[in-house]
C-alpha cells in the first residue's frame, strides 16, 4: 500500500474513520445476505463486497451537506455516507419505516438528510442527475459536491458520455466514480468496453481522470482528495475509475460461471478488509482491541436495525395512490 | 392588468419572463436558449439571459438525457427548471430521464423527493417537417404515472396554463404545437396562472359534445360555423390538460349532450382518445344517443408531401363530417 | 411432431434455435447473450452461440441505443436480427432507435427500407423488482404506427408468436413477462409458427367476452373456475398481438355475450384497453347489455413492497369481482 | 494545400472526380435554394454550402456497394455518392416519382443502389445504424464499407459514444466522418462541446482519430484513404474530425445573429470550391474548358432532374396506408 508523495496523508483519525466505514458496510452486507438466505427478505440483492474502500475512502472527504447518486449496486456507497440503518433495513423489507415506506426498495434507496439523493436501477442514469445536483450546488454558492457512483459497464452507455460532457462545459463540481470491477452482469471489462483504461475518456472531456486501485484506501484517498478539492475549488468535475471486484457476483444467487475460480479465488484473496486493518493495527493507528470494539457496536447497529427493519408494518394498499403526485389521488 | 396581443409563442416567452421574475428558483435550460445563441431557434426564450443572467438560462450541448438529468438534479435542490426538448420526438432519447426518472423519483422516495420541472416541447404536423419532427406523444405521457401533461390551444392558455406547470410540484410535460403556435390572441401582461386539469368550455350546445385539445381543438372551433349552419348545437371542451384530464366537465358536458366526439391531432390507434371515449362510453352507459366516436391521425408516421401531410391532420371538414354522421 | 414439456422461457430458447437453423439470415445480439457470457441472464438463449457461432449470437456492451442500431443496419442489409433488451423499461434508452427509426424507415425510404427486426424484452410484476424494471408499456408501442406487438400467454404462443414475428418483415416488439415465464406447458420441438394478429379463445362462454394478453391471461384463467361455479359462462379470449390486434375475433364475441372486459397488466388509464373498450362500445353500441370495463394497474410506479406489488396487479379475484359487477 | 507524405497521392482522375463531386453538390444547392426562393419548393433546406470537399473526397474513394449514413444536412453526401438527381428532386418536392414517394422529403432520403441507407432527421442516429449495416458486410464476408455521417453537435449525444464503443469492441468496418463546420445549430462549437478536438474522443475508444483540414481534398483524400483501408482490411473503426464551416447557417433564412459577420466572411473568402478549381488548372490536372464543360453537363443535369421533380404527380392519400407495414393497411 503505497502513499502518493503529492496528496496530503490522511490523519490518522480519518483512516480509523475509513475503516469504520468499510466494516460498517461489510457487516451489513453481510447481515442482508444472511436475512435473504433464512428467507426473511425477499428482494434481488446486488452485493457490493470487495469494493468497500471506495466509497468508504470518498465518503471519509464528504460532509453530509455532500450528495451521492448511486445504482442497484449501491447500498455500500449509501452506508458508507453514514445513512442510518434502521430506515434502511426497513426499506429492504418492503416496510413503512423504510426511507420510502417501502416503495422503492433496495434499487431505490432515499435519504436526503445524509444525502443519498437519487438510487437508480437504470445502467448510467446516476450521472445526468447528478449534473443538476451540482449545478444547483453552483447556483446557490455552496462549496458542496456531489458524487455520481457508476459502473464499468456504465461507462459504454450513452448517459455517461453526455453527462461528462455537460459537467465539462459547465464546470460543475461533480466527480463521476466509476467502480471498475472487471464485469458488467456476465460480461468482462474487454467483451464491452474498447478502452484499457475508463479513464482515458476524460480526455474527450477535457477533464482530469485517474485510475486508482480501489482496493487501496491511500491511493484512493489521494485521488478523491484531488477530485473533491477541485470540485469544491470551482475548478470542474473528475472522472476516477477504482478498479476492484465484486466477490459476491452480479446478483445474489449468481452462479459465476463466466469468471474461473482462479481469478475469483485470487481476487478474495486480496480482500481489502483484513488487509487494511492488520496494516492500521501494524502502523499503530489502531489496536485490535479498538479495532473490535468498533466492530461490535457496528454489529450491534445492524442486529438492532434488521430487527426494527422487519418488525416495522407493511404499509396500506392506499400508499398505491400517494407519492405519484404531491396530491394524494382519489380512492 | 393589461392584455396585449401577441401569439403563442410569444406567450411562452412571456409567461417564462414572469415566471422568473416572480421566482428567482425558476430556471430555464436546452438548446439554444441563451441569448448567446438567438434566445432560441423560434426565439421562445428570447431576452431571458440577458435579463435574468446567464447562470439561470443556459444553453445546452444536444444532449436531451443530460438536459433531463440536470433539470431533474436542480429540481432535487429545491429548483424549478424548465426544460425545452426542442421537438417532442427528441423526447425518444431522454425518455429514460423522463419516465423512469423524473415521473418516478417521488414515488420510488416515498415522497422525499419532489421534482418540479416543467419539460416544454414543440410538436405537429402542418410544416412539412415529415417523419420525425411532428408526432403528438401525449398518449404515451399521459398513460404514465407521476408526471401531468399539458396541451394548450390558445395564447392565453399556453401564458397561464405554463405558469401553472412551472408552479406545479410534479414534473410537467406542457406541449407546444405547431397549429396553434402563431395564432394570435389576448394575453394578460402580469397574468394569473390557469389550474391544471380544469377544460375550457370554448362553446356551449346541445346536441353534441366535441372533446379536443392542443391545436386540433382550432380545427375543432373552424368546423363550427358549419355545423351552426347544419342547425347542429355543438358543446366545445377544450380539455388543455392532458392528464389528469377532467372528467366531470367532460362527463357533465356529455350527459347534457347525449353525444360526444373525441378528436386529437395524435394518431388515433391507441391513442389518448380512447381513455376519454371509453370512459363516457362506460359512464354515460344507456344514456347516449349515439355512439361516441374518435377522430385522429391514421396509423401512418407525418408524412412529408404537403398534400399527404393535410389529408394525415384531421381538418375542419373532417370534424363537421363526423358531427353530421352523428347527429344523422 | 414430438411435444415437450417447456416452460416459456425454454420455449423462447426453442423458438430462437429453431429460427436460426431454419434461416441464417437470423442474428441474435444483446447484452450477455452469447454463451461465453452464460447465454443471457435468464439463460433465454444459452447454447445458442455455441451452436451456431460467435458472428451470429452477439454479446453488446450496456448500449441499448447502439443494439437496435445495429439490428436496424444489419436487417436493411437482408438480415433478421433478433435485439434483446433485457427488461421493457429499458427501451425508453432505447426509444429513439424504436419509434424514431425502426418504425418509421419503411414508410419515410417510401417502402424502400424493410426492418425485419424483433426485439425481445422481459417485463411485468412480480418479482419485487419495483419502479424501473416492471413497466407493461405494450401500449406506447401499438400506438406506434410500424411496429407490431405481440405479447404471448402461454409457452406455445410463446414459441410460434416469436417464430412470426422473427421472420415477419415489419419491426416486431415481443414482450415477455414475469407472470408467465415460468409456466410449462407442451410446445412441438418443431414449431409451426402463429399468425400475428390473431387472437386465441381461451374459452368459449355466452354471457360476457374478456379481452386480455400477455401473463394477465392467465390471471383471467384462474378466475374462470370460481365464475363458472356463480353460473357465468365467460368466453377469455387472448390476442396475443396487441397490434395489430384482431378486431374481428373480439367484436365477434362480444356480439354473441354482449358483454365485454378488457383486462391487462399495464397501466389502466391512457392504457392500450382504452382502444379495445372504446372500439367495442362504438361497433357495438346499442346492442351491448353493459358497459364496456376495463381494468389495469392503478396509475402508480410498480412498488417494490411485496403486499403493495400484489394489490398492484390485477388478480383473479378482482378479475371475477368486475365480471359479476358487470352480470348484476 | 500540403499534399501529405505517408498517404498515396490521388491520381489526376480521382482530382478531377473529386472536383466533379464538389460542383455537383454546389450547382444542386444552388438550384435548390433558388426554387425554394421561388417558392416552388417548401421544405426546411439545411445547405451544406461550403462542406462539399468531405463527401466529395470520401466518395471518390468509395464505391456503389459502400454504404452511408447521413442526416438532415446531408444532400450534399447523397450527391457525392453520385445518387441520381432526378428522384432527389422529385422527393424534395413531394412527388410520386421522389426516392421515397415523396412520404420521406429531404431530411430522410434514401436510395439504396447508390449506398444512401438511411437519412435522419435525430442528432446522432447516423452511427448506431451504420454500425449494423458495417456488421452485416462483416458477416457477408464482403469487403464494403460503410460511413457514417454526422456533425460536431453530435460528438455530444450518447448515440455517438454507444456507436463509437460498440463499434470498436466489434472491430466493425465504418468510418465515422464528422463535418465539424464549428456551430450546432446556433451554438458555437466550444460552448457544448468540452474538448477542443473531436478526434480527441477517439482514444476513449481505442481507434484511431485525425482531425482533418475538411475543405482541403488533398488532406482530406490521405486521411479518407488511411481509414477507409483500414475499414475493408478488417481492421476496425475510425473516427475522422473535418473541420469546415457552413455558409448558409442552421436552415435556410437563419439570420446568423450567432456569429460575427467577420468570421463568416472569413470562411467564405476561404471557400474550397475555386480555390480547388484553381489549384486544378495552375497544377495541370484540367484545364479551364475541361472544367467549364463538365460544370455545363452538371447543370443540364441539375436542371432536368429539377423540371423532373416538379412535374413528377403528386401522391395520392392512398399512400399513407402504404409502406407503413409491408402489407398495405385496408381503407
Ligand atoms: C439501461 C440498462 N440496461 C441494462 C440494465 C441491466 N443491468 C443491470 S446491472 C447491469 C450491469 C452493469 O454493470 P456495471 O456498470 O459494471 O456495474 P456493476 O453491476 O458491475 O456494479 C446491467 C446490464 C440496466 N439496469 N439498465
Ligand atoms: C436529438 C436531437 N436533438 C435536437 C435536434 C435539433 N437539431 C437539429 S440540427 C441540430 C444541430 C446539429 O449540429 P451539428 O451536429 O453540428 O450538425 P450541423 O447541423 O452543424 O451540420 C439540432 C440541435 C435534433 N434534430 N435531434
Ligand atoms: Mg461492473
Ligand atoms: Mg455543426
Keep these: 500500500m503505497a502513499e502518493l508523495s503529492n496528496a496530503p496523508a490522511p490523519s490518522q483519525e480519518a483512516l480509523v474513520d475509513i475503516y469504520r466505514r468499510m466494516i460498517r458496510i461489510e457487516r451489513n452486507d453481510d447481515a442482508i445476505r444472511k436475512t435473504i438466505r433464512l428467507g426473511r427478505l425477499v428482494m434481488p440483492y446486488y452485493s457490493a463486497r470487495g469494493q468497500e474502500v471506495i466509497p468508504a475512502t470518498i465518503s471519509s472527504l464528504l460532509t453530509d451537506d455532500d450528495k451521492i447518486c448511486t445504482i442497484y449496486r449501491g447500498i455500500h456507497d449509501m452506508v458508507a455516507k453514514d445513512m442510518p440503518l434502521r430506515p434502511l433495513w426497513a426499506e429492504i423489507a418492503g416496510r413503512v419505516d423504510g426511507t420510502c415506506k417501502g416503495k422503492g426498495g433496495p434499487m431505490h434507496l432515499t435519504h436526503p438528510e445524509t ?5 437508480t436501477g437504470i445502467v448510467g442514469s446516476s450521472m445526468p442527475i447528478a449534473n443538476g445536483l451540482a449545478w444547483a450546488a453552483k447556483l446557490d454558492g ?3 459536491v456531489t458524487i455520481a457512483y457508476f459502473g464499468d459497464g456504465a461507462s459504454n452507455i450513452g448517459a455517461f458520455h453526455e453527462a461528462l460532457n455537460l459537467a465539462s462545459v459547465w464546470k460543475l463540481p461533480v466527480i463521476f ?11 468482462r471489462y474487454e467483451n464491452g468496453t474498447s478502452v484499457d483504461f475508463i479513464a482515458k475518456r ?3 472531456y477535457g477533464m482530469p481522470g485517474h485510475t486508482v486501485d480501489g ?14 478539492t477541485r470540485a469544491r475549488e470551482g475548478e470542474g468535475p473528475t472522472l476516477l475509475e477504482c478498479k476492484t471486484f465484486r466477490f459476491l457476483g452480479h446478483v445474489l444467487g449468481d452462479d459465476d460461471k463466466y469468471m474461473t475460480k482462479e481469478e475469483k479465488a485470487a481476487a478474495i484473496a486480496k480482500d481489502p478488509l483484513p488487509a487494511f486493518k492488520a496494516w492500521l493495527v501494524a502502523q499503530g493507528h489502531a489496536t485490535e482491541d479498538q479495532l473490535a470494539d468498533m466492530q461490535a457496536k457496528i454489529e450491534a447497529e445492524v442486529e438492532d436495525a434488521q430487527e426494527f427493519g422487519l418488525a416495522s408494518p407493511l404499509p396500506s394498499v392506499d400508499e398505491l395512490r400517494r407519492d405519484v403526485f404531491a396530491q394524494e ?3 | 392588468m393589461t392584455a396585449k396581443k401577441m401569439n403563442s409563442l410569444q406567450a411562452v416567452n412571456s409567461a417564462l419572463a414572469q415566471a422568473m421574475a416572480e421566482d428567482n428558483k425558476v430556471l430555464v435550460l436546452g438548446e439554444d436558449v441563451a441569448d448567446r445563441e438567438g434566445g432560441g431557434v423560434t426565439g421562445a426564450t428570447a431576452g431571458l439571459s440577458t435579463r435574468f443572467g446567464d447562470d439561470r438560462v443556459k444553453s445546452t450541448p444536444i444532449s436531451e438525457q443530460a438536459i433531463i438529468g440536470a433539470a431533474i438534479g436542480a429540481a432535487l435542490s429545491g429548483y424549478k427548471p424548465v426544460a425545452e426538448i426542442m421537438l417532442m420526438n427528441f423526447t425518444t432519447v431522454a425518455m429514460d430521464m423522463i419516465f423512469n426518472h423524473a415521473a418516478k423519483l417521488r414515488f420510488m422516495s416515498g415522497g422525499q423527493s419532489t421534482v418540479p420541472i416543467t419539460i416544454r416541447t414543440l410538436t405537429g404536423a402542418g410544416w412539412q417537417t415529415a417523419g420525425q419532427h411532428a408526432d403528438h406523444l401525449e398518449g404515451w405521457f399521459a398513460h404514465t404515472a407521476g408526471i401531468k401533461v399539458v396541451a394548450p390551444s390558445t395564447p392565453a392558455d399556453y401564458k397561464g396554463l405554463l405558469l401553472s406547470c412551472i408552479q406545479d410540484p410534479d414534473p410537467c410535460i406542457f406541449i407546444e404545437s405547431a397549429g396553434s403556435l402563431f395564432i394570435p390572441g389576448e394575453v394578460d401582461e402580469v397574468a394569473t396562472p390557469i389550474p391544471l386539469g380544469k377544460a375550457r368550455i370554448v362553446q356551449e350546445g346541445t346536441d353534441i359534445t366535441i ?6 381543438v382550432l380545427r375543432c372551433q373552424a368546423a363550427l360555423p ?11 371542451v377544450d380539455l388543455r390538460t392532458v392528464s389528469p384530464w377532467d372528467r366531470e366537465a367532460v362527463l357533465a358536458s356529455v350527459a347534457k349532450t347525449g353525444r360526444a366526439l373525441v378528436v386529437h391531432e395524435a394518431v388515433r390507434d391507441f391513442g389518448p382518445g380512447g381513455e376519454i371515449a371509453s370512459t363516457i362510453a362506460e359512464e354515460l352507459f344507456g344514456q347516449l344517443k349515439a355512439p361516441v366516436r374518435r377522430l385522429g391521425a391514421p396509423k401512418s408516421p407525418v408524412p412529408f408531401a404537403k398534400v399527404l401531410e393535410d389529408a394525415y391532420i384531421v381538418s375542419p371538414e373532417r370534424v363537421a363530417e363526423a358531427v353530421k354522421a352523428l347527429m344523422a
Design chain 1, 115 to 119: 444525502g443519498v439523493m437519487v438510487t
Design chain 1, 142 to 144: 455552496s462549496k458542496r
Design chain 1, 177 to 187: 466514480v466509476c467502480q471498475n470491477n472487471g464485469f458488467a452482469e456476465h460480461t
Design chain 1, 202 to 204: 476524460a480526455i474527450g
Design chain 1, 215 to 228: 482496493n487501496d484506501p491511500l491511493a484512493m484517498y489521494a485521488a478523491a482528495h484531488e477530485a473533491i
Design chain 1, 329 to 331: 389521488m382519489p380512492a
Design chain 2, 211 to 216: 372533446v379536443s385539445w392542443s391545436s386540433q
Design chain 2, 226 to 236: 358549419a355545423l351552426a349552419e347544419a342547425g347542429i348545437s355543438v358543446e366545445l
